[in-house]
């Protein structure tokens, strides 16, 4: 069983037309997984709906407090790529799991969205790797402490501490 909690960001963002602003809607995944012929045994909580920006202190305990008493040891988390580092990093206290956060840049609502594959190659990287807190995005596995956004690129590059 993979528990798969979504927190928002840009993977669930949602625009209704060219001149409004975003929403985070309802999380994409159930559609990302039942579109996909995923089988994986799973569960999907949407534990928040939010810009990664926008998440607290309090959020990430949240976060932290679902991932730690989740009775899986293969967990998904779904998550804005701004501060994707910064709650991965956060989980790193946690034992005895795999915990792997993706997220994307463009929302999965569009044609042109890195959701599935991202939310397809993190649902591998789950299954796939030992204990520990993972990045998984745009086909590469980062470690949370050696990785940052580079905005520019449009990805996540790996850095030494």
């Known amino acids: 069983m993979i528990d798969i909690f979504t927190t928002g960001g840009t993977i669930d963002k949602v625009y209704f037309d060219a001149l409004s602003e975003y929403q985070i809607g309802a999380t994409a995944l159930p559609d990302i997984l039942s579109e996909n012929n995923v089988f994986v045994a799973h569960r999907v909580t949407q534990l928040m709906r939010k810009d990664s920006l926008e998440l607290t202190d309090a959020d990430r305990t949240a976060i932290h407090e679902a991932v730690a008493a ?13 501060t994707m580092v910064q709650t991965a990093r956060a989980l790193s206290d946690i034992a005895g799991k795999t915990i792997v956060l993706t997220g994307a840049m463009q929302p999965a609502t569009l044609r042109n969205s890195d959701a599935e594959f991202n939310v397809g190659f993190a649902l591998a990287a789950a299954q796939t790797l030992p204990p520990g807190v993972y990045i998984a995005m745009n086909g590469e596995v980062f470690d949370p402490s050696k990785v940052q956004k580079d905005r520019s690129a449009h990805r996540f590059i790996r850095v030494q501490n």
């Open 70 to 82: 989740s009775d899986a040891d293969k967990i998904l988390v779904t998550h804005g790529t701004d």
